[in-house]
């Protein structure tokens, strides 16, 4: 069931830097949110958060009903039913798509490393059972041609569909999108539009996005977040965010915003 995400007060800092703000909000079940701002504005040092890479310095954030700041982040795909992808997809370029996309399920396939390691019958089916969905999903996400290919063979804009595939194998109820148009060329953005669409007709899940593509923020989020030096700005839809002078302002400076730039 998609996850119900809530940031109250979210500050964080790195010695005497102050990156985030006392941020705030609330991301519905099923909704498909934009986290956006100018570069440095703190969009990635937030999703690090919610992710457990980075403790935030005061604030809460749930997940549903669990606290994310009291669990280890190798357990919140587990506990939370969280997945992400990065800025630069991280794949083991020498492995298989097939492969790579088998790694995203080990938050949910039973049994530690001796029964895996003793070859168990119930972890071998397990195993064939988990190899049959990668390649579902592969196909529904149109790369099943790539499955058998190793990783470094695909191009930066494949890699990042193998990610998305990959975050999809463990079964996601809240899913974040770190810049996932960057480096991609025109077409492959639309692929990308088209691939989350696809998720979210097909599964029960929560996503938000990191992007600075705002073609992308509009034709996919139902409400967007701006944040700017590590604080909300507004929050709206992303027309309403497009139009607003204070996010014109701290896009492009004030002189620009003012027309006085022209
Ligand atoms: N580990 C860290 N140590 C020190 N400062 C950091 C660290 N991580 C992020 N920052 C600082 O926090 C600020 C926000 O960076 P962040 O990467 O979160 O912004 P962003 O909005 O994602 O930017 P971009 O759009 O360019 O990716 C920057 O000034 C950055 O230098």
Request: some cysteine; overall charge negative.
């Amino acid at each position: 069931m998609a996850a119900r995400l809530k940031l109250t007060d979210v500050s964080l800092h790195f010695g005497g830097i102050s990156v985030l703000q006392n941020v705030s909000l609330e991301v519905e079940p099923g909704a498909v949110f934009g986290l956006v701002g100018p570069n440095g504005a703190g969009k990635t040092s937030l999703f690090n958060c919610i992710s457990g890479h980075y403790r935030p310095s005061s604030g809460s954030i749930r997940i549903d009903d669990v606290e994310t700041l009291a669990v280890h982040s190798s357990r919140l795909a587990k506990v939370a039913g969280l997945a992400r992808t990065f800025q630069h997809p991280a794949l083991r370029l020498e492995a298989s798509v097939l492969e790579n996309v088998l790694l995203g399920a080990h938050s949910h396939l039973p049994g530690g490393p001796v029964s895996w390691a003793l070859r168990l019958p119930p972890t071998m089916r397990r195993e064939r059972e988990a190899r049959a969905e990668a390649r579902d999903l592969l196909e529904r996400f149109g790369l099943a041609w790539a499955a058998d290919i190793p990783a470094d063979e695909l191009s930066h804009g494949l890699h990042k569909g193998v990610e998305l595939v990959r975050a999809m194998m463990s079964h996601p109820r809240l899913l974040l999108l770190d810049e996932p148009a960057a480096g991609l060329s025109h077409a492959e953005v639309e692929s990308f539009i088209a691939s989350v669409r696809t998720m979210r007709a097909d599964f029960d899940l929560t996503i938000v996005i990191v992007e600075h593509h705002m073609g992308l923020i509009s034709a996919l989020t139902d409400r967007v977040v701006v944040l700017d030096h590590g604080a909300k700005l507004m929050e709206g839809t992303a027309a309403e965010a497009q139009s607003d002078p204070r996010v014109v302002e701290a896009y492009l400076g004030k002189e620009v915003a003012d027309g006085d730039a022209a």
